[in-house]
């Protein structure tokens, strides 16, 4: 609108500042017949300038209507309802909250019985297998070592039953005299030929002249062995477990020259003699 309104006032100030148009005026004499001059062309008719722009109207004013003020009790009454709306809404959320916790601790209360449940359970069940695995061991040990009695029984009743055969085969070939004894004092030969036997299946690479063990051999009066127990190690256990595997590989072992046996015998098997 400023920009049509202003290219408005440049026109008509243009328009008012236009030079006068000049008018000649010529006096013909009616007797005197020239021939009329030419006619000079009239100018063009100046633009007329356009209509300014019509305004509208200005919009009249309306007032807005006045509030109604209002009434200070029901505005109290409204204050108060909102105050407790609130303050119900914030004890729900207070409840709220207090559920949310208590249901955290009762679940946490839950895992700690039963994590303390299951180590319990874990303790008893051990407890259960050490004593069972204990109880195993010595029923173990209860049979073995009635194994072992049983088997030194029947070995003592072998060995018993095995000396009666001979003194009573002895007593039938004499003249009625006691027979000979398994017992008694060893002579070197006897001992020698049993070291010697044993040497033969002895089977050890080292060469330490100082080891040395001693052995005390039972066995049965056909010189069978039945056992051996080891009195003094030699301090080499690679030793005296190649001693042990060559005095069970020499059973049965070689007899007296009257053709008995002692059924104990202790014997030193120093290395050096073993070569």
Do not use: C
């Amino acid at each position: 609108m400023h920009a049509v309104l202003l290219m408005f006032l440049w026109i008509g100030v243009s328009w008012q500042n236009n030079d006068p148009v000049e008018v000649q005026a010529e006096i013909w004499d009616m007797k005197v017949q020239e021939a009329a001059p030419t006619p000079t062309p009239e100018p063009a008719p100046e633009p007329e300038p356009e209509p300014e722009a019509v305004k509208p109207p200005p919009q009249p004013v309306v007032e807005a209507p006045p509030v109604p003020r209002e009434d200070p009790e029901i505005a109290l009454q409204r204050i108060k309802k909102k105050k407790q709306e609130e303050e119900k809404a914030e004890k729900l959320e207070q409840a709220r909250l207090k559920k949310i916790e208590d249901e955290k601790l009762a679940k946490l209360e839950a895992k700690k019985k039963a994590e303390q449940k299951a180590k319990e359970e874990k303790a008893e069940q051990e407890a259960k297998e050490k004593a069972l695995a204990e109880k195993d061991k010595k029923k173990a040990a209860a049979e073995k070592l009635a194994k072992e009695k049983a088997e030194k029984a029947a070995k003592d009743k072998a060995f018993a039953a095995e000396m009666s055969r001979i003194t009573g085969a002895a007593a039938k070939g004499s003249t009625g005299t006691a027979a000979q004894s398994t017992g008694g004092r060893t002579d070197g030969g006897y001992a020698a030929a049993i070291k010697a036997k044993i040497k033969s299946n002895l089977v050890y690479g080292a060469d330490d002249d100082s080891l040395s063990a001693t052995y005390v051999i039972t066995q049965l009066p056909t010189g069978e062995v039945i056992g051996m127990r080891k009195t003094k190690g030699s301090g080499s256990t690679a030793y005296d477990n190649a001693i042990e595997n060559a005095i069970a590989k020499s059973s049965p072992l070689p007899k007296k020259k009257d053709g008995t046996v002692e059924r104990e015998l202790e014997l030193v098997f120093k290395l050096k003699e073993m070569h």
